[in-house]
Nanobody, 128 residues
Framework: QLQLVESGGGLVQPGGSLRLSCAAS????????IGWFRQAPGKEREGVSC????????DYADSVKGRFTISRDNTKNTVYLQMNSLKPEDTAVYYC?????????????????????WGKGTLVTVSS
């Protein structure tokens, strides 16, 4: 079965850290740009970060710049999102999505663009 599986979510106190993983099953991520997205209760889904298929291009939402770091390990078929200095407003379900792009140096943070695969999400709760 071809799918993306997110893991690493949980409950963390403000100021804490989590590392999310996005693992592909049934296909290789080598040629896919990956985006991380999140959706908080009552809010629209938003882009958090993305990384190109080569890993050479990365982008971040202004709200997470300097706190979150995206990376990929194609040997493990996994993309990571390291989240530091977490805030209560980071509470959301976090999703990863994969797409093959015509320009390999690009990645997508727009949640309304068609992606080839979406994971089912992992819940991150930041609360004291």
């Amino acid at each position: 079965q071809l799918q993306l599986v997110e893991s690493g979510g949980g409950l963390v106190q403000p100021g804490g850290s989590l590392r999310l993983s996005c693992a592909a099953s049934g296909f290789t991520l080598d040629y896919y740009a990956i985006g991380w997205f999140r959706q908080a209760p009552g809010k629209e889904r938003e882009g958090v970060s993305c990384i190109s298929s080569s890993g050479g291009s990365k982008d971040y939402a202004d709200s997470v710049k300097g706190r979150f770091t995206i990376s990929r390990d194609n040997t493990k078929n996994t993309v990571y999102l390291q989240m530091n200095s977490l805030k209560p407003e980071d509470t959301a379900v976090y999703y990863c999505a994969a797409a093959v792009l015509a320009v390999q140096a690009m990645c997508i943070m727009n949640p309304y663009v068609d992606m080839d695969y979406w994971g089912k999400g992992t819940l991150v709760t930041v609360s004291s």
